[in-house]
């Protein structure tokens, strides 16, 4: 080739990189380390450009011959787009199946915490419009993205699938990590790269969704998933009901995910000039792996997408796997005792306190019939209260108020509250006798509403709620919903829950309640705004929690993980770990106890004293610092372990565990992540048992960098050995 035909060349190569594709607008939504562009014509598509690292609006024209490719539409609907997934399906009011929505107008609000993007769309023929409403959270690097659909049509139209927002995503070595489970073994991780087809990750329980497949994911953009490096994007679907993430990666360039609530056997019949709100999507970005991607989503929580996120929480004892459902006053009493000898802070009395006519003894009886057993509890709650306050100990009580039992006094009353299908058996679950109540019914919102008001009306004094629902919607259809609404059912029951939850938390903003689910069935940032924190899992054998723990932390902050120490052997699994491992996994989260104290040993309860006293030293680094995960137990490496470092970097806590035992077994060293390189730490170790020497590390001063560069090497030679080291900056 000449030199002349070789520079022209080069010239159309540069021009076809460089060309920019003129739009009417590009609108650019940011935070403080990410953007999120779409561009448009006016009366034109509203076209997706940009998700990722931050883009200053002035950049956006250059860079639009890059995106050529990318520019899918911003919200895809039925019709409109030919042979792809869509977002949107509208049966309009003459039967049309096809909506072609055009860009009115954008709007953006300051927001106390950044700023809110509205996007108008309008159908192109209908009175039919769809707002598609951004909430950049500057700080924590979360937008959040709904959409509010509107019939100006003059008779309803149907919505057959309303996702909350839709998010390509540039094809590579694109890697999905998830989290499944089942009771007993919630929030197992797994890692996949994205191959072509469709990924769909649901959940249909019709109650609770976070016990098999959740509602969030990462999507690892630089190859298999990595802990603190990389370009990360995270995604979590803000829905306490059914739902599906969509992930199909088409033949060309993108990976579309879709996020919303599940379209299976459910539509929305939307009256005219009603309005249908989506539940959010929250997206973040991090150049800093999955964990970055999980500070992002803690620190949102913290700051308001979780309740009392900024409230140290206090250290507690469940009574269930102590007791069981054999609740009784000397034995309440008793464990009180104990447990504040051992400096908890609070005492949470389960499953087994009411029932009057139907006395709950057995899983089979009384939900619903929320009045104190007497002959269980002769002085009543108030009893419990005075005796808690006499421990110097706060108080707290189990609740199901979703739920109630064929053998039970409101069930006889209210036989209609249950969801019962037509013609069907009705199908009963725990204990064969227990039913969910129909919360698309304003009366059984009014109901479950009470049944907090009226414990907390009786008794001022409880702290702590837990807040159970141990059954699914076996029985999917209303007796109180009209034959046409039949298939928003499960749509009612979770904007009814929503209601009685708002009316609860504007009542009672300073309860701290507990979200679980049978376990960790209630783990979803759709609940999260009304709890303070989540059980992990009915399972608490410490080694199975750290898998469950770890899974947990990749979208749940420390402080809303409930993390409870238990008897040995473990009532789940029957494996048998000492006291020392068992504190240790439970203090890298909200700390617990969920046994019987009177069974310990002296030695234990010497142990427990110490461990408890230590977390009160650094609960502020576990609850509210910035979590590492370090070495991931699903690396097989036979150790696991994480941190936690203060905004300030002046403070960390560093956990290791052993999880393999065996001969001239090989144990890395530990790098740790998030220090200041310059500062110096002095080692701490802690948990301690009585009469054992610390390890050579205790009182060492290190270097940030040298911790995060170098690393330490962690004696665990035991088996179930563990280590726990408070790290404090030498000023
Ligand atoms: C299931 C919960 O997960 C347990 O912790 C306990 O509260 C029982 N229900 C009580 O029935």
Known sequence: MSKVKALFATALLLLAVVETKAWDYDIVISTENTSLVYSANKGGDLRFSHYGAKIAPDEVGPLHGIWAGMNRVAYPTYGSEFNVLTSLQVVHADGNTTTFLALKDVATYPASDGEITVITLRDRHYPFEVKLNYHARKATDIIEMWAEITNLEK??????????????????????????????????????????????????????????????????????????????????????????????????????????????????????????????????????????????????????????????????????????????????????????????????????????????????????????????????????????????????????????????????????????????????TRGGTQLLLDLSNPEVQDFVFSVVDDLMTKYPDIAYIKWDANTGANNIASPYLSRDKQLQVNIEYHKGLEKALQRIRTKYPHLVMQACGGGGGRVNYGTMPYFDEVWVSDNTDALQRIYMQWGTSLFYPSMAMAQHVSASPNHQTGRRIPMKFRFDVAMSGRLGMEMQPSTMTESEKSFARRAIADYKQVRDIVQFGDIYRLISPYADRGVASLMYVTPEKDRALFFAYKILHYRYQPIPRFSMAGLDADKTYRINELSIPEGKSPSYLHGVKVKGSMLMNVGIEVPLGDEYASRVYELVEVK
């Not at 990360?232 to 969509?246: D, H, K, P, T």
């Not at 309005?275 to 970055?292: N, W």
């Not at 005075?386 to 064929?406: D, R």
Request: proline share 4%; glycine share 10%; net charge negative.
């Open 155 to 428: 008779k309803p139209v149907t919505l057959k699938r309303m996702d909350s927002g839709f998010l390509p995503v540039r094809r590579g070595d694109v890697w999905l990590t998830h989290l499944h489970g089942a009771w007993t073994a919630e929030t197992q991780i797994t890692s996949e790269p994205l191959r072509p087809g469709v990924k769909s990750i649901r959940n249909l329980d019709g109650a609770r969704n976070g016990q098999g497949d959740h509602a969030e994911v990462m999507l690892s953009l630089d190859g298999a998933p990595q802990e603190n490096v990389g370009r990360v994007i995270g995604a979590a679907l803000c829905w306490s009901g059914n739902y599906e993430l969509r992930i199909d990666t088409e033949n060309d360039f993108c990976h579309n995910l879709m996020a919303g609530i599940s379209t299976e056997m459910s539509e929305y019949r939307l009256e005219p000039k009603a309005t249908f709100t989506t539940p959010r999507l929250a997206v973040t970005y991090s150049t800093e792996g999955m964990s970055g991607v999980s500070r992002n989503f803690h620190r949102w929580a913290r700051a308001g997408q979780m309740h009392g996120g900024s409230t140290p929480r206090d250290i507690l004892l469940n009574s269930w796997e102590g007791v069981y459902l054999d609740v009784e006053e000397t034995k309440m009493n008793e464990m009180m005792r104990d447990f504040a000898a051992l400096g908890g802070e609070l005492f949470v009395m389960d499953d087994g306190w009411f029932g009057d006519k139907y006395p709950r003894d057995k899983d089979n009886s009384s939900l619903g019939d929320w009045v104190v057993n007497r002959r269980k509890l002769p002085h009543g709650v108030e009893g419990l209260i005075e005796a808690a306050k006499k421990n110097g100990i706060k108080f707290g009580i189990w609740i199901e108020p979703e739920c109630t039992n064929t053998l039970s006094e409101l069930y006889e009353k209210h036989p209609d509250w249950v969801l019962r299908a037509e013609n069907r058996d009705l199908r009963l």
